[in-house]
């Protein structure tokens, strides 16, 4: 097991260590796992927490929850990074186990709330860096309105930690993102009004 069992208390400890560096540079505390809102109960509680004391927050998500769970949400976080894989609800019921339509949905109804997303695109060879996954992509984010777009190139770089750890993950085999390829995908998706990072934040 790698870290540890905490409660609000114990994390909101840590958290005020760093109170004076998020106050001086405009920081303030990222949520992400795995799946935060998996822990929904907990989640909610400490958000509760982290805005009573004026804390900036970001939450990471892959956005699979009901909209009168994310609503509540939506009140507390500050930017949601929000993951997507694919649009093509077969293709993304193929490779993550769930459909996406209540994903779409709650970014285009958090877009609509005023919400601010950041949208992040994992980019996996073989998978969905297709012309045709490209452009149903780029016309989904158009729809939604989407301004804030970062693109994670799939890489190797961790594959020599499996051995390290306790694990039954076997390397996936796949080849790392061609950098010439992100920048094509890149220049596909640009537009006036779209900010796009490769790599993130």
């Not at 109804?109 to 860096?129: K, S, W």
């Not at 799939?154 to 085999?173: A, M, S, V, W």
């Amino acid at each position: 097991m790698i870290g540890r069992p905490m409660t609000v208390d114990e994390i909101m400890n840590e958290v005020r260590k760093g109170e004076a560096f998020y106050r001086r540079s405009g920081g303030g505390v990222t949520i992400s796992g795995g799946e935060p809102t998996l822990q929904y109960e907990f989640l909610v509680c400490l958000l509760k927490v982290l805005k009573k004391e004026s804390y900036h927050v970001v939450l990471e998500t892959c956005g699979f929850l009901k909209w009168d769970q994310l609503e509540p949400l939506a009140k507390m976080v500050d930017i949601f990074y929000l993951d997507i894989k694919g649009i093509d609800p077969a293709f993304h019921k193929k490779h993550t186990g769930v459909e996406n339509e209540i994903i779409l949905s709650n970014a285009r109804r958090l877009l609509a709330n005023g919400n601010r997303v950041v949208f992040r695109i994992p980019l996996i060879p073989g998978m969905n860096e297709s012309s045709e996954q490209i452009s149903s992509l780029d016309k989904f984010l158009s729809e939604a309105g989407a301004t804030e777009i970062h693109l994670l190139p799939y890489h190797r770089f961790g594959e020599d930690k499996l051995n390290h750890i306790y694990t039954r993950q076997q390397p996936l085999g796949i080849p790392s993102m061609k950098p010439e390829n992100v920048e094509e995908i890149k220049r596909l998706l640009e537009r006036s009004s779209r900010k796009i990072i490769i790599g993130g934040v």
